[in-house]
């Protein structure tokens, strides 16, 4: 559905060699461009029906229960007298939304593509289910995931996208033809690693986080009750005329050990905003293992390229024809190619291979230099990671220690003036 001109415009954004004005005139000139186009939604209703848990076998042939949600697609000038036809239906797993997306954060990287709803239930607070089987959760989904195509279909570069196009309308194997298009072939074990790392890392720091939520819950409602105990005691006082003096002593230590909640609570913030900042941080590390298998896919897309290439002169030279081709079956149709036209061509196969053999080179340096680069910056992280987490746990666990000597004083305290009475 990409228009050809659209196409040779987003090119022209693509290519790093332009200058900062160049690179800004031709963006102008592409959203101009841009604006001609019309928008999938004037052509399309598209909207995520409904949910529902299926239960099937993952990779590994292990069972599992897992959501799919239905996408519904109707055609806008398909309504006629009134009569509305019945939509066209596919189901679709969430893991595919992310491989839509990862192939338009690749395809498009100067577009800000527009973010899925969370996969699971992260930091919830109070009553909310942290189980991504939950329906409230599934629902909540659901619609997240109708707004992020709603969005796509409405953005004036993705609308025109093929891919994205087949998403919405063709239940077939493309969809995984596209995701085998930019897995590469011979994969860094050591990004892999640490793309699983990153995975086990967000989930564990998550779940700590979610712990935590929930004991501030019952930590506020342990000091609120002390406030009621001072309220009760000072009450009590007033009444009393020989424990007057102790009640109201003890109710004072209560209502101050309430008020204290806030500041404890605001400090203990400030050790779960050191835990947030590394569950950001997983993404960061996501990032660099999609850069690298970008790198790679790359130059093992530029190496395929050369190897092609070189057959293509030996088909010429020798005048076989190993594949099947276009040109080898015009060869036995209309005869064979002049002398002249094989030397032409051979120069031309000549020329490409050497400039194949060039870029190979480049992309060979290229993914070595980031390698090396990105592998130093990412023992610095680790490092760093250690240090920063053991000084966050060390000081939270000290705090933690602290609040419970504060509170086994208040009682001791309140023993004293329960025993002078």
Known sequence: MMADSGSEEIAVIGNTDLTSAELENNIKNTMVEIEKWTSLLRKMEISVGEAEKRTGKNTVNMQEIYTVYLIETRPVDAVTEGIIPAPDSLWRRYSEFELLRNYLLVTYPFVVVAPLPEKRAEIVWHKLSADNMDPDFVERRRVGLENFLLRLASHPVLCNDKIFYIFLTEAD??????????RVKNPDKRFTE????SDELQAVVSQLLRVRARVADRLYGVYKVHGNYGRVFSEWSAI??????GLQSAGHH???YAASVDDILEEEEHYADQLKEYLFYTEALRAVCRKHELT?????MAAQDLASKKQQKEELVTGTVRTFSLKGMTSKLFGQETAEQREAKLQVLEQQIEEGEEAVKEKNTESDEF?????????????????DLKEALISYAIMQISRCKKGIQVWTNAKECFNKM
């Open 371 to 387: 390698v090396k680069t990105a592998w130093i910056d990412i023992e610095h992280f680790k490092d760093q990671k250690d240090r």
């Open 296 to 300: 790679q896919f790359e130059l093992e």
């Open 194 to 197: 640490l793309k699983h790392y």
């Open 173 to 182: 194997s493309r969809l995984k033809a596209m995701n085998a298009a930019f």
């Open 254 to 256: 209560m209502d101050a």
């Open 240 to 245: 009393e005329k020989e424990m007057g003096d």
